[in-house]
């Protein structure tokens, strides 16, 4: 993915937004501890995400209505915001670490 297809924060530390909406496969920046709330919300051809272990922080409705089949929560993640994964249609799995999670409300996915 080239970096101008997503938004960061002024320090490079916040996964803000995805600037274009037609890519099937998002690898996030090693820089990135935190995904913004909303960051791919509907999102409908996000297929495929490989979130590094630099990030700490899922925000609420982060990947609201994607096309996500299955995703791997790295182990670095202590809190995955309400409803992040609410309205994904496609998505079977969810991988979570070995680790405590807080994990905010769920319900829709």
């Known amino acids: ?3 101008n ?5 002024n ?5 803000e937004c ?3 909406q037609t890519l099937h496969y998002i690898t996030i920046p090693n820089s990135v501890t935190k995904i ?3 960051a791919f919300w509907s999102y409908t051809s996000l297929e495929s995400i490989d979130i590094p272990n630099s990030v ?5 409705w982060a990947f609201y209505g994607t096309s996500l089949g299955r ?7 202590r809190l995955i915001g309400n ?6 249609t496609s998505l079977k799995s969810i991988n979570l670490p070995n680790s405590e999670i807080v994990i905010g409300g769920i319900s829709d996915i």
Not at 5 to 9: A, V, Y
Not at 11 to 15: E, F, M, S, Y
Not at 56 to 60: A, H, L, M, N, R
Not at 71 to 77: A, D, F, N
């Open 36 to 38: 913004n709330n909303e």
């Open 1 to 3: 993915m080239e970096k």
């Open 83 to 88: 409803f992040a994964f609410s309205s994904c």
């Open 71 to 77: 995703i791997v929560i790295p182990k670095s993640v």
């Open 18 to 20: 995805v600037l274009d």
């Open 56 to 60: 700490i922080e899922i925000g609420d």
């Open 5 to 9: 297809s997503i938004e960061l924060s």
């Open 11 to 15: 320090d490079g530390k916040t996964l």
